[in-house]
């Protein structure tokens, strides 16, 4: 179903033909190697998700050939993330089992990032010749165990990076 | 004396693509574009458009409110919603006044949508 939803979407905002390059599979990590991330949370009180679209940045020309502005072609990857999460959120399967979450605006990011108990999807698509790495992962709110591992994790950074 | 049409979204991406297909392929004059929902509400006062577009999902104020303010004000206002976001939230907007709702992506590559999408506007403009 994710995987539909990313052709759909890739096909219809970039006109172009669109491929799986890496199948998509359950994993909890960021595809990584990317310079550039769009990130597209979407929330209710009991989950939150968070859609990753992983680029080179280097690879906006060739991704959108007919897109003379830097500006737009950027943005459009913006738009295929929104389009990819508003189909996905409203799948009548993903309703049953998640209820409504409401979607964020997008935002970029040179990283991302998912927690331990983050459980979703990842694969990777290439149109025009250029490869782009997809995420969707999906937190569960209602679970203190999981709130308590980041928070675990967190402390553990944070005295690992103290300069003490 | 062509339409007047107001353009608000927080992606120029699909600003840029809104505007070329009305302008070129319908005829229409886009006089302004907006990327919350309170430019939307300011553009609309300052421009009285024959049509607004408003996207749901937008920094600041999103375009549910921003219907809402412009429903409230101007009751006989011509606004079409353009948005990724399926489902209830579509009823909705419906109910606040929305003459129209269009699904993301625009496929103006798509002969069918491009009927779909003049059928829309020729309700909304009771032709």
């Known amino acids: 179903m994710f995987e539909t939803c990313v052709l759909w979407a890739v096909r219809a905002i970039m006109e172009a033909e669109a491929q799986v390059k890496a199948p998509f599979e359950m994993l909890s990590t960021v595809p990584a190697g990317s310079s550039l991330y769009c990130i597209l949370p979407a929330a209710s009180q009991k989950f939150y998700t968070q859609l990753v679209v992983g680029i080179e940045e280097g690879d906006l020309p060739l991704l959108f050939p007919r897109e003379p502005d830097e500006k737009v072609r950027k943005d459009a990857i913006g738009e295929i993330a929104n389009v990819i999460s508003g189909l996905f959120i409203a799948d009548d399967h993903f309703i049953s089992r998640f209820g409504y979450l409401k979607p964020s605006t997008p935002f970029f990011s040179e990283g991302a990032f998912t927690a331990r108990k983050d459980w979703g999807l990842k694969g990777r698509i290439e149109s025009n010749g250029k490869g782009m790495d997809l995420q969707f992962f999906i937190r569960d709110l209602r679970d203190p165990a999981a709130l308590a591992s980041d928070e675990s994790d967190n402390a553990a950074m944070n005295r690992k990076g103290s300069p003490d | ?127």
């Open chain 2, 1 to 127: 004396m062509p339409k007047r049409i107001i353009i608000v979204d927080d992606s120029i991406f699909l600003i840029k693509q809104l505007t070329a297909f009305l302008e070129v392929a319908m005829g229409y004059t886009v006089v302004a574009t907006g990327s919350d929902g309170n430019q939307a509400v300011e553009l609309y006062n300052t421009h009285r458009p024959d049509l607004i577009t408003l996207d749901i999902t937008m920094p600041i104020k999103d375009g549910m409110a921003a219907l809402g303010e412009i429903m409230e004000k101007h009751p006989d206002a011509n606004v079409m919603m353009v948005s990724a976001i399926r489902g209830s939230e579509m009823t909705k907007c419906i109910k606040m006044g929305a003459k129209a709702y269009m699904e993301k992506p625009l496929l103006f590559n798509d002969e069918q949508f491009v009927q779909d999408f003049k059928a829309s506007l020729a309700e909304v403009f009771d032709l």
